[in-house]
C-alpha cells in the first residue's frame, strides 16, 4: 500500500515538473527582437503590412473610439495598414485615409479602395490643404524613421491633429534595438526634442503600456492632443 503512493506520488510530480518545465518545441519564449523578426512575415488581405501585433489591435481601438474623418499615414510601402485601416473605416461607416509616400507600389485592392486615396512625392510636398474639410485627423508617421524625417513631420503634422486625436510615431523601437546611430538617433530623438517645446501633447501610458511596459514597436510614441 504504501509503496503503491510512492509510486503514485513520484508519476504526479514527473508530471507536473514536465508540465511546467516542458520539452524544448512546447517552451514559450519570445521578446522584443523576435517580435520584431517576425513582424516582416505579417501581411494583411494579402499585403505585407509589417507592424507589431499589439499595434494593429491598439489600432482599431483607437480608430474605433475616435471615429476620425481623416488619417493621414506618411510612409504608405506596399499600402497594407491603409488597407486595414479603411477596411475598418468600412465596417464603421466613416472616415478615409491619406498616403503618402515616394511613390506608389500598392496592388488595385489598396489604389482602388474608396476609402484610400494616395499620394507620392514624400510627406514634404503633401500639401495641408488636402486636410481642411475634415474635423477630426489622426496621423500616423511611418516613413523612414530617420531623425530627420521623424522631426520634419512632426513639425509639418502635429498642428493639424484634433484635440482627443492622436499623432502615431511609428517604430521608436529601433532605438531599443540598438539600432539608432544609422537614423541618426531615429524617432526618440525627435520625440524628445518635439516634446520638450509641446505642450499640446503627452504620451498615452494606456495604449504605451497596455501589454507592459513600452509592449509596442511606437515606445512613447502615442501622442495624445489633449489642448
Ligand atoms: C516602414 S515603410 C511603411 C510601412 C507601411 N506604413 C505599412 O504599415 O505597411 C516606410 C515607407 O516610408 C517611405 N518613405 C521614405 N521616405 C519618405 C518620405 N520622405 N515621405 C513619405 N514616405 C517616405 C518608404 O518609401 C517606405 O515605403
Not at 493639424?160 to 510615431?169: L, Q
Request: hydrophobic residues 35%; aromatic residues 12%.
Amino acid at each position: 500500500m504504501k509503496g503503491t503512493r510512492k509510486l503514485l506520488e513520484k508519476a504526479y510530480f514527473s508530471i507536473k515538473r514536465n508540465l511546467r518545465f516542458p520539452p524544448k518545441d512546447e517552451r514559450v519564449h519570445f521578446n522584443v527582437q523576435t517580435l520584431y523578426d517576425g513582424h516582416v512575415q505579417i501581411t494583411y488581405r494579402g499585403i505585407p503590412a509589417g507592424r507589431c501585433p499589439f499595434d494593429y489591435v491598439m489600432y482599431q481601438m483607437i480608430i474605433n473610439d475616435l471615429k476620425p474623418d481623416l488619417v493621414l499615414e506618411i510612409g504608405t510601402s506596399k499600402g497594407g495598414t491603409s488597407l486595414y485601416i479603411a477596411d475598418i473605416m468600412n465596417i464603421l461607416g466613416h472616415g478615409v485615409i491619406h498616403t503618402v509616400d515616394l511613390a506608389s507600389n500598392c496592388r488595385d485592392i489598396v489604389s482602388n479602395h474608396p476609402r484610400i486615396k494616395l499620394f507620392n512625392g514624400g510627406w514634404q510636398s503633401y500639401d495641408i490643404a488636402n486636410t481642411k474639410n475634415f474635423p477630426k485627423i489622426l496621423v500616423i508617421e511611418d516613413a523612414s524613421h530617420m531623425y530627420e524625417d521623424s522631426i520634419g513631420c512632426l513639425k509639418k503634422f502635429s498642428p493639424i491633429v484634433s484635440v482627443g486625436s492622436y499623432y502615431i510615431v511609428e517604430d521608436r523601437i529601433i532605438n531599443n534595438l540598438g539600432r539608432e546611430e544609422g537614423f541618426h538617433g531615429g524617432p526618440l530623438r525627435a520625440i524628445r526634442e518635439f516634446l520638450k517645446s509641446n505642450n499640446d501633447f503627452i504620451v498615452d501610458r494606456k495604449y504605451c503600456d497596455m501589454f507592459g511596459k513600452n509592449a509596442t514597436f511606437n515606445v512613447s510614441g502615442y501622442l495624445k492632443r489633449i489642448k
